[in-house]
């Protein structure tokens, strides 16, 4: 029965052969070392400034560097050796960058755009995306539709069609809005859209439909875990749509018959809505009492976890917490008193609070068994216990610490970023200076 018991949970060798090849994986992690740095200051007469992202192509042949003075750097992370420097990638600070392939990667910045960049010609931008009126922070992508998804300090999270790019851009649409918005991210699989906020909220957009044509008011909201003012969200398809009510379990009155009827339908099938939504204050061990900003948010490469990186109101605090996704939702809308959490917090740990004011960009490993984390001068490897075991296998009936595998120092300010190799036992990370560092076992 035990045997039987692992395998309906989708565990044991006869279900994944690969999870023990990948402890091995992980044991390399622990006698990592680092490799090469690099100071992209000496690679041109301009001042790069701080490294805001770091991102591997899917094949990790490329490691692509986000620069706070308008540039975007590209390496061969094998070899070390500077490949292309982008000295106008943009007007202002280049904050994130996503693959599309192997060959067609994104890029967003203050300046408010978006661009599209090709490997094999990056003399030129594919094309250049205009929709957000404020700093764009995040990228997003779709596989199964093509369909990109950005997000900006504006609020809006606007979805790009992709398969009719020209040089004059994409067809663009506003997806939804809601004031403080931080991070988003999709879930591996594009069932969810999860979005952070300064306001120490998180929203949840369950059954995920970004083709779906949406209305004002659309977002079926099923439950929440508190109640919030009504200065705080808005879920509209546009910045001047109506705002939620005292209740973020408020319906719009103007949604149209057919919204209603697809709600009441959906619920008598025992189904929810597409694109519901969830609202969330998780729990952060030390700031239960006081706010705090979400700034950073992954999510567990399998689509388990998310992982958040939390500062307090006061900024005196930073925390990385784990949050595990909860099965069981209610299939009707539900009063925020007696609603169902859909995250548990796991693991948490306090970080160094150093660098006020700057975004820390924490990352899972591949197979989604460690956490690297932006530490002070240096980085930490985290893993869910001594063994670095699956979180899965090791999820603990009440919140538990975080485990430091390693620790890393090889910066001389302050790490803002760090990102695993999607296909080496390497890592990257980036510091306020402008200096890149890979580490790798000897």
Same mark, same amino acid.
């Given at each position: 029965?035990?045997?039987?018991?692992?395998?309906?949970?989708?565990?044991?060798?006869?279900?994944?052969?690969?999870?023990?090849?990948?402890?091995?994986?992980?044991?390399?992690?622990?006698?990592?070392? *680092?490799?090469? %740095?690099?100071?992209?200051? &000496? =690679? $041109?007469?301009?001042?790069?400034?701080? !490294?805001? /992202?770091?991102?591997?192509?899917?094949?990790?042949?490329?490691?692509?560097?986000?620069?706070?003075?308008?540039?975007?750097?590209?390496?061969? *992370?094998?070899? %070390?050796?500077?490949?292309? &420097? =982008? $000295?106008?990638?943009?007007?202002?600070? !280049?904050? /994130?960058?996503?693959?599309?392939?192997?060959?067609?990667?994104?890029?967003?910045?203050?300046?408010?755009?978006?661009?599209?960049?090709?490997?094999?010609?990056?003399?030129?931008?594919?094309? &250049? =995306?205009?929709?957000?009126?404020?700093?764009?922070?995040?990228?997003?992508?779709?596989?199964?539709?093509?369909?990109?998804?950005?997000?900006?300090?504006?609020?809006?999270?606007?979805?790009?069609?992709?398969?009719?790019?020209?040089?004059?851009?994409?067809?663009?649409?506003?997806?939804?809005?809601?004031?403080?918005?931080?991070?988003?991210?999709?879930?591996?699989?594009?069932?969810?859209?999860?979005?952070?906020?300064?306001?120490?909220?998180?929203?949840?957009?369950?059954?995920?439909?970004?083709?779906?044509?949406?209305?004002?008011?659309?977002?079926?909201?099923?439950?929440?875990?508190?109640?919030?003012?009504?200065?705080?969200?808005?879920?509209?398809?546009?910045?001047?749509?109506?705002?939620?009510?005292?209740?973020?379990?408020?319906?719009?009155?103007?949604?149209?018959?057919?919204?209603?009827?697809?709600?009441?339908?959906?619920?008598?099938?025992?189904?929810?809505?597409?694109?519901?939504?969830?609202?969330?204050?998780?729990?952060?061990?030390?700031?239960?009492?006081?706010?705090?900003?979400?700034?950073?948010?992954?999510?567990?490469?399998?689509?388990?976890?998310?992982?958040?990186?939390?500062?307090?109101?006061?900024?005196?605090?930073?925390?990385?917490?784990?949050?595990?996704?909860?099965?069981?939702?209610?299939?009707?809308?539900?009063?925020?008193?007696?609603?169902?959490?859909?995250?548990?917090?796991?693991?948490?740990?306090?970080?160094?609070?150093?660098?006020?004011?700057?975004?820390?960009?924490?990352?899972?490993?591949?197979?989604?068994?460690?956490?690297?984390?932006?530490?002070?001068?240096?980085?930490?490897?985290?893993?869910?216990?001594?063994?670095?075991?699956?979180?899965?296998?090791?999820?603990?009936?009440?919140?538990?610490?975080?485990?430091?595998?390693?620790?890393?120092?090889?910066?001389?300010?302050?790490?803002?970023?760090?990102?695993?190799?999607?296909?080496?036992?390497?890592?990257?990370?980036?510091?306020?200076?402008?200096?890149?560092?890979?580490?790798?076992?000897?």
């Amino acid at each position: 029965f035990g045997w039987l018991r692992e395998r309906s949970l989708g565990r044991g060798l006869f279900v994944d052969p690969a999870r023990d090849n990948f402890r091995t994986m992980t044991n390399l992690y622990g006698s990592i070392h *680092p490799a090469d %740095s690099v100071y992209l200051s &000496t =690679l $041109s007469t301009r001042t790069h400034g701080a !490294v805001f /992202n770091l991102e591997y192509s899917p094949d990790g042949s490329v490691l692509t560097v986000a620069c706070e003075q308008t540039e975007v750097l590209l390496f061969d *992370p094998i070899s %070390s050796k500077h490949i292309k &420097t =982008l $000295s106008e990638a943009h007007e202002d600070c !280049v904050n /994130n960058i996503r693959f599309l392939d192997n060959r067609l990667f994104a890029t967003c910045s203050d300046d408010t755009t978006i661009a599209l960049w090709d490997l094999r010609k990056l003399n030129t931008k594919v094309c &250049t =995306l205009h929709g957000h009126t404020s700093w764009v922070k995040n990228i997003e992508y779709d596989t199964n539709t093509r369909l990109l998804v950005t997000s900006g300090f504006d609020g809006n999270v606007i979805i790009w069609d992709t398969n009719r790019c020209t040089e004059d851009g994409c067809p663009h649409k506003k997806f939804f809005h809601t004031r403080f918005l931080m991070r988003m991210r999709l879930t591996p699989d594009c069932s969810k859209m999860l979005i952070s906020t300064s306001s120490g909220y998180l929203l949840i957009l369950h059954d995920l439909d970004l083709t779906k044509s949406l209305e004002v008011g659309s977002y079926p909201i099923l439950r929440a875990r508190r109640t919030t003012s009504s200065s705080d969200l808005t879920t509209s398809s546009s910045s001047s749509g109506p705002r939620v009510s005292s209740s973020p379990c408020h319906h719009s009155d103007s949604n149209s018959s057919s919204e209603k009827h697809l709600s009441r339908a959906s619920q008598r099938e025992g189904v929810s809505p597409r694109n519901s939504l969830e609202v969330l204050t998780p729990e952060v061990p030390g700031e239960r009492d006081r706010g705090n900003c979400i700034t950073s948010l992954q999510l567990h490469p399998k689509g388990w976890a998310t992982l958040l990186r939390c500062s307090s109101n006061t900024d005196d605090q930073e925390w990385t917490c784990v949050y595990e996704f909860q099965e069981g939702a209610p299939v009707r809308p539900v009063s925020p008193r007696c609603s169902l959490r859909s995250l548990r917090l796991t693991h948490y740990i306090e970080e160094a609070n150093v660098g006020r004011g700057y975004i820390k960009e924490l990352c899972f490993s591949p197979d989604g068994r460690m956490v690297s984390s932006p530490h002070g001068y240096g980085i930490r490897l985290l893993g869910f216990d001594k063994q670095c075991s699956e979180l899965i296998d090791c999820l603990p009936k009440e919140a538990s610490p975080l485990r430091v595998i390693r620790s890393l120092y090889s910066h001389n300010d302050v790490v803002l970023t760090t990102k695993f190799s999607p296909t080496h036992c390497q890592i990257a990370s980036g510091c306020l200076s402008g200096r890149v560092s890979l580490y790798q076992p000897k």
